[in-house]
């Protein structure tokens, strides 16, 4: 294993994610060189575009780290916990990339540590950026601890007395900047479409985001699964999305209240471009998913598969329907993405892309999930699964 | 979130029956801050008032020429924009880096040196008014800074100071707020709404008029809860959401660990991977 521990394979897929990158870097340099407005369609009427919309369902489909860890580490559901580290470890990437994404975004991108020195408590911005900060410090230590257990056993032993106390920090670190991700459109109730502008924004948010975690978990399980050519534990899928799918099953009927009680049954239902948008996000985000769980369908592995990758779309829609669908009748039509902004976008999850592929491969006890509570290396029996792998 | 540091509230009451759109106050402010009649981004030659005409980084004020449908008859009216001086700005309360602050007199200012440049604030100003440099490097937030020197020794803003038909009345904004309720009782024409007043917690700046403001561009759907007022609604239970947060997580990890060694002690081994 010694000697191959450190490779990267390289496929035509690879290389291709590799040169957009590599030309996003450039891209990068030159943003820096003429600035925002030159190389963006941002304006002063459509002040947020694409690569806020990116950095917002990045990091509600991050919050995947955070509710793993929850029902790994709080319940101790240690049938999860294989799950958990990838999660954690898609996470960190996720977070890493909103963060590649934001210093291109912001236009003083010299004056980014300003909110340190000069911080406005009452800001929902200034949370966002100080959990997200925090709990990326947490998160290296997490992955510090799981790396250093194969690696480094003494130090892994030593770090066991801060564990507990780094694991109850990163589970509510995220409550704050998922929440508050929502609470930053509070600031805009004259602007937001109505179906959208609720003051339980923050709430649904944080909750969304949490019970998204097991779709993400499964899909990246199924995925690696039929990466290195391993069995689907089906059933302990299955009993994993029965959380997601009750958790759905709450955010359903809240989400309904919200809108019987501000009123606005009659603009969900207005069969226009913001009342179907709305329905589209409910459907894929709760209904669906929670039809599949009903089904026999639901305890296969395309079952499982669609219940994941539905929860996912439908949660993206609900950031993307606030970021543009829900303020598009305010800002107008003044907005597309320009064409750097869309690649950098790209090359910034091309990046992410890579780093898991590498970490994985290279770290193998991030995507055991037979056996590895055991202590067993579980990278020794799937490394034949390297050499098949399919990307 | 009444703000201590306004100790001598100033305001200007726009009476938009009077101003006959000479544009002289958008000449005085473009004067008093050296600025260009070029717009920042298509560097073309343009009027800071006009049909059309908006706030950019470079034009702080503007008149808009409206034709609008008064009893009947199509009418000019000239509507006179800058920033409104919030009592309780969205601007200042979302900026996570404290680049706006309030003067005693009122005024919210703009310190570039600490802005980040998230624009926040342009998307949460419930009059959009913060505009971006988007032509620069190194850009900066732009907006009215309702001359605060000038305020702070006692003078009205270049643009009120001008004005040749009184249309822009320089004051304390309290004694302006009587006057606008004094003057729109006492004639039948005036809409019966002083704008500014309770718009998003009220504004320094106060109109009246005789046609409906909504008809002349003014967003007519502001709560008048302030919008620092509506996120505190949420940031307040930001320490609770931790404490409670972490001592539940603590708390049921360690009956649920409890609970597997438990188990594990009964039937002698772990039957749970």
């Given at each position: 294993m010694s000697g191959k521990r450190w490779s990267f394979k390289i496929t035509p897929i690879r290389i291709a994610m590799f040169a957009i990158f590599a030309v996003t870097l450039v891209m990068y340099l030159y943003r820096y060189y003429v600035g925002l407005g030159a190389v963006t369609d941002l304006n002063d009427a459509y002040p947020w575009g694409a690569w806020i919309g990116a950095d917002m369902n990045v990091i509600a489909l991050a919050g995947a780290g955070f509710?793993?860890?929850?029902?790994?580490?709080?319940?101790?559901?240690?049938?999860?916990?294989?799950?958990?580290?990838?999660?954690?470890?898609?996470?960190?990437?996720?977070?890493?990339?909103?963060?590649?994404?934001?210093?291109?975004?912001?236009?003083?991108?010299?004056?980014?540590?300003?909110?340190?020195?000069?911080?406005?408590?009452?800001?929902?911005?200034?949370?966002?950026?100080?959990?997200?900060?925090?709990?990326?410090?947490?998160?290296?230590?997490?992955?510090?601890?799981?790396?250093?257990?194969?690696?480094?056993?003494?130090?892994?032993?030593?770090?066991?007395?801060?564990?507990?106390?780094?694991?109850?920090?990163?589970?509510?670190?995220?409550?704050?900047?998922?929440?508050s991700l929502g609470a930053l459109y509070l600031a805009m109730p004259a602007k937001l479409d109505a179906i959208w502008a609720s003051q339980m924004m923050p709430w649904l948010f944080v909750f969304s985001s949490f019970f998204i975690g097991p779709c993400v978990a499964?899909?990246?399980?199924?995925?690696?699964?039929?990466?290195?050519?391993?069995?689907?534990?089906?059933?302990?899928?299955?009993?994993?999305?029965?959380?997601?799918?009750?958790?759905?099953?709450?955010?359903?009927?809240?989400?309904?209240?919200?809108?019987?009680?501000?009123?606005?049954?009659?603009?969900?239902?207005?069969?226009?471009?913001?009342?179907?948008?709305?329905?589209?996000?409910?459907?894929?985000?709760?209904?669906?998913?929670?039809?599949?769980?009903?089904?026999?369908?639901?305890?296969?592995?395309?079952?499982?598969?669609?219940?994941?990758?539905?929860?996912?779309?439908?949660?993206?829609?609900?950031?993307?329907?606030?970021?543009?669908t829900g303020m598009a009748a305010h800002l107008g039509g003044g907005y597309f993405p320009s064409?750097?902004?869309?690649?950098?976008?790209?090359?910034?999850?091309?990046?992410?892309?890579?780093?898991?592929?590498?970490?994985?491969?290279?770290?193998?006890?991030?995507?055991?999930?037979?056996?590895?509570?055991?202590?067993?290396?579980v990278g020794e029996s799937a490394e034949s699964g390297f050499n098949q792998a399919i990307m | 979130m009444a703000n201590s540091?306004?100790?001598?509230?100033?305001?200007?009451?726009?009476?938009?029956?009077?101003?006959?759109?000479?544009?002289?106050?958008?000449?005085?402010?473009?004067?008093?801050?050296?600025?260009?009649?070029?717009?920042?981004?298509?560097?073309?030659?343009q009027n800071a008032h006009g049909v059309d005409v908006e706030l950019d980084s470079n034009t702080w004020t503007t008149v808009d020429h409206k034709l609008v449908e008064k009893d009947g008859k199509e009418v000019w009216r000239f509507v006179k924009r800058q920033c409104m001086h919030c009592l309780d700005p969205a601007c200042l309360s979302v900026c996570f880096s404290h680049s706006f602050h309030q003067t005693n007199e009122g005024a919210v200012q703009y310190n570039p040196e600490l802005c980040v440049g998230c624009r926040y604030c342009m998307i949460a100003c419930p009059f959009d008014v913060p505009k971006y440099e988007w032509e620069k490097v190194m850009p900066s937030v732009m907006k009215c800074q309702f001359c605060s020197s000038k305020l702070a020794d006692g003078e009205a803003p270049a643009c009120a100071s001008v004005c040749p038909t009184d249309a822009?009345?320089?004051?304390?904004?309290?004694?302006?707020?009587?006057?606008?309720?004094?003057?729109?009782?006492?004639?039948?024409?005036?809409?019966?709404?002083?704008?500014?007043?309770?718009?998003?917690g009220g504004t320094s700046w106060l109109y009246i008029s005789d046609v409906p403001f909504g008809e002349l561009g003014f967003p007519?759907?502001?709560?008048?809860?302030?919008?620092?007022?509506?996120?505190?609604?949420?940031?307040?239970?930001?320490?609770?959401?931790?404490?409670?947060?972490?001592?539940?997580?603590?708390?049921?990890?360690?009956?649920?660990?409890?609970?597997?060694?438990?188990?594990?002690?009964?039937?002698g081994h772990h039957d749970e991977k």
């Open positions: 509710s793993m860890a929850i029902i790994s580490h709080i319940f101790h559901a240690h049938k999860y916990e294989p799950l958990a580290r990838r999660c954690l470890l898609m996470s960190f990437i996720g977070y890493v990339l909103v963060l590649l994404i934001l210093i291109i975004e912001i236009g003083r991108w010299d004056n980014f540590w300003r909110p340190f020195v000069s911080p406005n408590l009452h800001s929902p911005m200034f949370e966002v950026y100080m959990c997200i900060v925090a709990y990326l410090v947490l998160q290296v230590i997490e992955l510090v601890e799981v790396v250093t257990e194969k690696v480094a056993p003494k130090v892994q032993q030593k770090m066991q007395s801060i564990m507990p106390i780094v694991f109850i920090a990163a589970c509510t670190v995220p409550l704050g900047h998922q929440a499964i899909v990246e399980y199924i995925w690696t699964s039929a990466r290195y050519k391993m069995k689907v534990d089906t059933d302990m899928l299955y009993s994993l999305s029965r959380i997601s799918a009750v958790l759905m099953a709450i955010y359903f009927v809240a989400k309904c209240a919200d809108i019987v009680v501000r009123g606005q049954v009659g603009n969900v239902f207005a069969f226009n471009m913001t009342g179907n948008m709305f329905l589209l996000e409910m459907l894929l985000l709760t209904v669906v998913p929670i039809v599949i769980h009903l089904t026999p369908f639901g305890k296969t592995k395309g079952g499982l598969l669609t219940f994941g990758i539905s929860g996912m779309a439908g949660l993206v829609l609900t950031r993307l329907n606030v970021v543009f064409f750097l902004e869309i690649f950098t976008t790209v090359g910034g999850f091309c990046f992410a892309f890579l780093v898991y592929l590498y970490v994985t491969e290279n770290f193998p006890f991030f995507y055991g999930v037979a056996g590895d509570a055991e202590g067993k290396p | 540091v306004v100790t001598n509230q100033k305001g200007v009451l726009v009476d938009l029956t009077k101003c006959v759109g000479c544009g002289s106050c958008t000449v005085a402010c473009k004067m008093w801050n050296n600025q260009s009649f070029q717009h920042p981004q298509t560097e073309e030659f822009l009345m320089f004051g304390n904004r309290d004694e302006l707020l009587a006057k606008a309720h004094e003057i729109i009782s006492s004639d039948s024409k005036y809409v019966n709404h002083v704008y500014g007043e309770k718009e998003v007519t759907n502001l709560p008048e809860q302030s919008v620092p007022g509506n996120i505190h609604e949420f940031t307040r239970f930001t320490l609770p959401i931790f404490a409670v947060g972490a001592t539940a997580w603590a708390g049921i990890s360690m009956y649920t660990s409890r609970r597997h060694k438990v188990h594990e002690a009964e039937h």
